[in-house]
């Protein structure tokens, strides 16, 4: 099975700043890497496919990019509503998993 | 609008069984791909099966291999999960996830979930 890790585990930035978190897999997955978002008590929801393609309707401020095995989800401008665990996951091959999740906090 | 909705979740002894549904709606469910998901209290997600929209071929996570049957009924608009022998390490919330659509992809398997329901959980405990 590919692995997924994320760094950092957790981080508090304040409203405005520039955040961005990284995503390293076992192996190469060309760029089938996923973001999710999720809220305390919500299921998750998909933010970016395929490294850097924006979901429909999701704020601009989020991009991803990377290749291979390194990956980042960068929140160019954070918001209050940002606030949420970040997921990534490898759609490469089955199993699809996923990292173990970044909590995002604001100061 | 486009939803998933999931039932079925509860209270279950260890060895027991469990059915999962999850309802599409607002969407061409005949025409998508669906998975369960799930996550642990307090965990992180992970991936359990995927069903095609024709029901052929299905995929699941080793760790629920040969206990849990994922099936569908497009007539019915519907997604299922039935879990056997269930173990006190399936305690979870359970989720529904669409595929993307097609259009959005080049590979046969997408892996990437769109539309989530809003979860059920299941609870496996003496």
């Known amino acids: 099975d590919i692995q997924m890790t994320q760094s950092p585990s957790s981080l508090s930035a304040s409203v405005g700043d520039r955040v961005t978190i990284t995503c390293r897999a076992s192996q190469s997955i060309d760029t089938y890497l996923n973001w999710y978002q999720q809220k305390p008590g919500k299921a998750p929801k998909l933010l970016m496919y395929?490294?850097?393609s924006l979901q429909s309707g999701v704020p601009s401020r989020f991009s991803g990019s990377g290749s291979g095995t390194d990956f980042t989800l960068t929140i160019s401008s954070l918001q209050p509503e940002d606030s949420a665990t970040y997921y990534c996951q490898q759609s490469y091959s089955t199993p699809w998993t996923f990292g173990q999740g970044t909590k995002v906090e604001i100061k | 609008e486009v939803q998933l909705v999931e039932s079925g979740g509860g209270f279950v002894q260890p060895g027991g069984s469990l059915r999962l549904s999850c309802a599409a709606s607002?969407?061409?469910?005949?025409?998508?791909?669906i998975n369960w998901v799930r996550q642990a209290p307090g965990k992180g997600l992970e991936w359990l099966s995927y069903?095609?929209?024709?029901?052929?071929?299905?995929y699941y996570a080793d760790s629920v291999k040969g206990r849990f049957t994922i099936s569908r009924d497009n007539a019915k608009n519907s997604l299922y999960l039935q879990m056997n022998s269930l173990r006190a390490e399936d305690t979870a919330v359970y989720y529904c996830?669409?595929?993307?659509?097609?259009?959005?992809?080049?590979?046969?398997?997408?892996?990437?979930?769109?539309?989530w329901g809003q979860g059920t959980m299941v609870t496996v405990s003496s």
């Open positions: 395929i490294a850097s």
């Open positions: 996830a669409r595929d993307i659509p097609k259009r959005l992809y080049t590979v046969p398997l997408s892996g990437t979930f769109d539309i």
């Open positions: 069903i095609s929209d024709s029901s052929s071929p299905i």
């Open positions: 607002g969407f061409t469910f005949s025409t998508y791909s």
